[in-house]
T-cell receptor, first 113, second 114 residues
Framework: ETGVTQSPTHLIKTRGQQVTLRCSSQ?????VSWYQQALGQGPQFIFQ???????GRGNFPPRFSGLQFPNYSSELNVNALELDDSALYLC????????????FGSGTRLTVV | TQLLEQSPQFLSIQEGENLTVYCNSS?????LQWYRQEPGEGPVLLVT?????EVKKLKRLTFQFGDARKDSSLHITAAQPGDTGLYLC??????????????FGQGTILTVHP
């Protein structure tokens, strides 16, 4: 079975710009969660998508938004980028909206300059 | 807000030594997961503990969930250089209102020297 794939792997953006990150979930998984991991920190929950609906959100402003598609892949969009948005963005998929058995992708390293 | 305090933050030991990483919270979790993350990669799930007092063993790794489901520990016996990495604990909230919202500790960077 294929794992979770994220694209792009690295990205450099300018403050104020917008960015879209993509995630393909593991085969058989219908739930996708997004996390932000700053350097030297543990991941912070952004939001989760289940059956194409947002199903839980962490303490992130509305300029962080997402989508889930019928094939369970997902996008994370960030508007009006700030320097503090520089981080590793991780996507994790699971078989349902429960809290077990997450498979993480390798992440997208976003640098905002 | 649920917080997980992980300690120590850094651990540098010699091959063959034993070590323990702790994960503590004032909140109750429905489950506690341990991950290992290598540079440039996403976290890889090692184990999920669900029942208070549960102990799980994976070869040289022993995981324990506290009786009150507020804390957990990871013990590695006879550490090897291949164990080097970032170890993360993550708690899943009790109750059914915060699906997918894992709370992660800040991680323990383990370096095992040959």
């Amino acid at each position: 079975e294929t794992g979770v794939t994220q694209s792009p792997t690295h990205l450099i953006k300018t403050r104020g710009q917008q960015v879209t990150l993509r995630c393909s979930s593991q085969s058989g998984h219908n739930t996708v969660s997004w996390y932000q991991q700053a350097l030297g920190q543990g991941p912070q929950f952004i939001f989760q998508y289940y059956r194409e609906e947002e199903n839980g959100r962490g303490n992130f402003p509305p300029r962080f938004s997402g989508l889930q598609f019928p094939n369970y892949s997902s996008e994370l969009n960030v508007n009006a980028l700030e320097l503090d948005d520089s981080a590793l963005y991780l996507c994790a998929s699971s078989r349902d909206s429960s809290n077990y058995g997450y498979t993480f992708g390798s992440g997208t390293r976003l640098t905002v300059v | 807000t649920q917080l997980l305090e992980q300690s120590p933050q850094f651990l540098s030991i010699q091959e063959g030594e034993n070590l323990t990483v702790y994960c503590n919270s004032s909140s109750v979790f429905s489950s506690l997961q341990w991950y290992r993350q290598e540079p440039g990669e996403g976290p890889v799930l090692l184990v999920t503990v669900v029942t208070g007092g549960e102990v799980k063993k994976l070869k040289r790794l022993t995981f324990q969930f506290g009786d009150a489901r507020k804390d957990s520990s990871l013990h590695i016996t006879a550490a090897q250089p291949g164990d080097t990495g970032l170890y993360l604990c993550a708690g899943a909230p009790a109750g059914g209102t915060s699906y997918g919202k894992l709370t992660f500790g800040q991680g323990t960077i383990l370096t095992v020297h040959p």
